[in-house]
């Protein structure tokens, strides 16, 4: 199956400081891809839908100032959290589909985001 | 609105034979899902159905009813490391994935 790339897995970073999260797809291009975040024991969330070229399509209660999405390439979308605090401390994992399959989605590694 | 409801922890001992289902409702279908995450991973794919019936790959199976929109996942001759979440989700008509909740499986000796 085709390879997405998250980085960096585990980040601690200070109340009040940014957070830049990185997906790539490997080996093919990704004109869409979503951004999830999940607290313990609970399902995946979709925060926005980051469309290469354009603005991302947030999802209703996610602050599309706080968390920043830029996907300026066929290959690489980016999530920053800006300002962090404890509360945004989760598990945030990016994911691609290949537009010519329309099918499974393949997920990024995920990232472990504690605030302290 | 869009709803895809699943157990939300199951039991099963090891050897055994361990189905969990998932019922939804969505704005069209195009294809549903079957996820497995272990804890603190990222979810990895297990199966696409898209037409009705069973699809088996080793030891598990997934099986979709479209006309009463119902799945399941069927995990046979279970091992420890199938200790995971297991997670439903439907592709709707824009091509978006509607997830469930997940069920934990738990694996006892």
């Known amino acids: 199956g085709a390879v997405v790339s998250q980085h960096p897995s585990r980040v601690i970073c200070k109340s009040g400081t940014s957070v830049k999260i990185e997906c790539r797809s490997l080996?093919?291009?990704?004109?869409?891809m979503f951004w999830y975040r999940q607290f313990p024991k609970q399902s995946l969330m979709l925060m926005a839908t980051?469309?290469?070229?354009?603005?991302?399509?947030?999802e209703q209660g996610v602050e599309k100032d706080k968390f920043l999405i830029n996907h300026a390439s066929l290959t690489l979308s980016t999530l920053t959290v800006t300002s962090a605090h404890p509360e945004d401390s989760s598990f945030y994992i990016c994911?691609?589909?290949?537009?010519?399959?329309?099918?499974?989605?393949?997920f990024g590694q995920g990232t472990r985001l504690t605030v302290v | 609105g869009q709803n895809i409801d699943q157990p939300t922890e199951m039991t099963a001992t090891e050897g055994a034979i361990v189905q969990i289902n998932c019922t939804y409702q969505?704005?069209?279908?195009?294809?549903l899902f079957w996820y497995q995450q272990h804890a603190g991973e990222a979810p990895t794919f297990l199966s696409y159905?898209?037409l009705d019936g069973l699809e088996e790959k080793g030891r598990f199976s997934s099986f979709l009813s479209r006309s009463k929109g119902y799945s399941y996942l069927l995990l046979k001759e279970l091992q420890m490391k199938d200790s995971a979440s297991y997670l439903c989700?439907?592709?709707?008509?824009?091509?978006?994935?509607?997830w469930g909740a997940g069920t934990k499986l738990i694996i006892k000796p």
């Open positions: 969505t704005s069209g279908f195009n294809g």
């Open positions: 989700a439907v592709m709707d008509s824009n091509y978006q994935l509607i």
């Open positions: 080996d093919f291009q990704a004109t869409t």
């Open positions: 994911s691609a589909r290949d537009p010519g399959l329309n099918t499974e989605a393949f």
């Open positions: 980051s469309n290469e070229g354009s603005k991302a399509t947030y």
């Open positions: 159905n898209v």
